[in-house]
């Protein structure tokens, strides 16, 4: 998970419930970057100890880049 798997929504928060749209799980485009690693939920952030649900918003919100801090 956050590796080579990812979690996606359909119409997801940001997209209003909209069912046409597909979201990284957690996306919010009103948080800083970082709020997937260090304010996301503690068992979901993106990090190699946790459950790693929001990698996939992490590297939407960092411009479908892994930043030099990605976990992997």
Known sequence: MGKDVFIIELGGKQGG???N???P???NKQKDCSYYKNGFQSNLACTQKSGRAS???YIMCS???MPD???W
Do not use: I, S
């Open 17 to 19: 419930g909209d069912k």
């Open 21 to 23: 749209r597909f979201l």
């Open 25 to 27: 799980y957690g996306y």
């Open 55 to 57: 990698c996939l918003a």
């Open 63 to 65: 411009g479908w880049n």
């Open 69 to 71: 801090d990605y976990p």
